[in-house]
C-alpha cells in the first residue's frame, strides 16, 4: 500500500485485520494474532489507532524493557489479536518472533527495509505469516533497490535474485532511462501496490485544507 501521507494506510491496515476476523470461519481461540512492525516513533499512535477505530482487537505493545520474552511471549499471544513492536525489537528478537506463524505481518513505513543487506530487513523477512503487507508514502526514495526489496519481503523470489534485477531494471532504467523496461517493471509491479497520491484530482478534492502548527 503506497498512499501518500494522510490517505488512510493505517485505518485501511486496520480495516483488513477487522475483516479477516470477521470473515474467518474459526473461533478467537484458534485464530493466529498478527504482528504490525512500525518505527519506534509510531508505537503509541497505532495502538491509539487500533483502540479508536478497532476496540475489539486485543493489542499487545511488544517494545520496551518491560516486554515479554521467551516462553512468556508466546503464551501472552493466545490472548491478543494484534502485537505491534518496532524494527529494533524485531531485530533484536528476531529469534523468538520467528518461532510464531502470524495470521499477518505488517510492515509500517516499509522503506524501512530499503536496505536488503541491514539486519533489520534480514530479519523481518525470516518471519512467518500467511499474509504480508507493506506500508509506505515512499516506495521509491533514491533507488530501485528499495523497490526490490520491499517486493522481496511481499513476494519472495518474485523479481528474481537482487543482481537478476540490477541488470534487468536498474541498470536500463537508472542508467539509460529505458522507458521499455520502467514500463515491463510497472505491469509487474502493478497486481502488488495501492498507490494513491495526493496529486490526484480525484482525490485532491476530498481532503481538507493543510494546517501547520509550530
Not at 47 to 66: C, D, I, K
Not at 67 to 96: K, M, N, P, W
Not at 171 to 191: H, K, S, T
Given at each position: ?50 483502540e479508536r477505530f ?77 499474509n504480508r503487507v ?81
Amino acid at each position: 500500500v503506497a498512499y501518500e501521507m494522510g490517505l488512510g494506510k493505517t485505518i485501511q491496515a486496520i480495516a483488513m485485520l477487522l475483516h479477516e476476523r470477521a470473515d474467518s470461519e474459526s473461533g478467537p481461540a484458534e485464530q493466529r494474532p498478527a504482528l504490525l512492525v512500525c518505527p519506534t516513533s509510531v508505537v503509541a499512535n497505532w495502538r491509539r489507532e487500533v483502540e479508536r477505530f478497532a476496540p475489539g482487537l486485543r493489542v499487545l505493545v511488544h517494545h520496551g524493557g518491560s516486554r515479554h520474552e521467551g516462553e512468556a511471549f508466546r503464551q501472552a499471544l493466545a490472548a491478543h489479536d494484534l502485537v505491534i513492536t518496532s524494527y529494533g525489537t524485531a531485530r533484536r528478537d528476531a529469534d523468538v518472533i520467528q518461532g510464531v506463524e502470524w495470521s499477518d505481518l505488517i510492515l509500517d513505513e516499509a522503506q524501512n527495509i530499503k536496505n536488503p543487506s541491514a539486519k533489520q530487513s534480514q530479519a523481518v523477512r525470516r518471519f512467518q505469516a500467511r499474509n504480508r503487507v507493506a506500508l509506505t508514502g515512499t516506495p521509491v526514495e533514491n533507488h530501485l533497490t528499495e523497490l526490490w526489496s520491499v517486493l522481496e519481503f511481499l513476494n519472495p523470489g518474485y523479481l528474481g535474485s537482487h543482481e537478476h534485477f540490477r541488470q534487468q531494471f536498474m541498470l536500463p532504467i537508472e542508467r539509460y532511462n529505458d522507458e521499455g523496461q520502467a514500463a515491463e517493471l510497472r505491469r509487474l509491479v502493478q497486481p502488488f501496490l495501492l498507490r494513491r497520491l495526493k496529486s490526484d484530482p480525484t482525490i485532491i478534492s476530498d481532503l481538507p485544507e493543510k494546517n501547520e502548527m509550530v
